[in-house]
């Protein structure tokens, strides 16, 4: 069933993220914001339904978040997650395991810029549980 995405920035919401459903709990879409892969610095549009996140997971290369849109929280692993809004700067160094979403009664939506591309890889982990999402945003 096809969701109708609100406009919450002036960026592109690109199509459902469906290569990366699997690490995600809740719907995501995502957007590439430059094509030139020679300058080989991916830079990505992402935006979460209301209560959708990833799970947890890391970056071998690091991460630089940019909040552009709605209202959402980043969390790394034993600390307090943080509410991030439009205009808000997330650096997210190289093995910290965090996750990244949507609030519950608001749509999300940031730009992901991955650090030292050359090397990085994603590790994927465990979903953040209702009970850990709900204990991080209230
Ligand atoms: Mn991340």
Do not use: C
């Amino acid at each position: 069933m096809e969701t109708a995405v609100p406009k919450i920035s002036d960026f592109p919401t690109g199509e459902e993220n469906t290569a990366y459903a699997q690490y995600f709990s809740g719907k995501s879409w995502l957007a590439p914001l430059t094509a030139n892969k020679d300058l080989n610095v991916p830079i990505n549009n992402v935006t979460f339904e209301p209560g959708s996140r990833n799970n947890w997971h890391s970056h071998t290369g690091g991460q630089i978040l940019i909040a552009v849109g709605g209202a959402g929280y980043y969390q790394e692993r034993g600390k307090k997650a943080r509410r991030i809004e439009s205009g808000d700067i997330v650096e997210i160094a190289p093995n910290v395991e965090h996750w990244h979403g949507a609030a519950p009664d608001s749509w999300f939506s940031h730009i992901a810029i991955t650090a030292n591309p050359q090397t990085n890889e994603n590790q994927w982990l465990e979903p953040v549980s209702d009970e850990q999402y709900a204990e991080a945003v209230k």
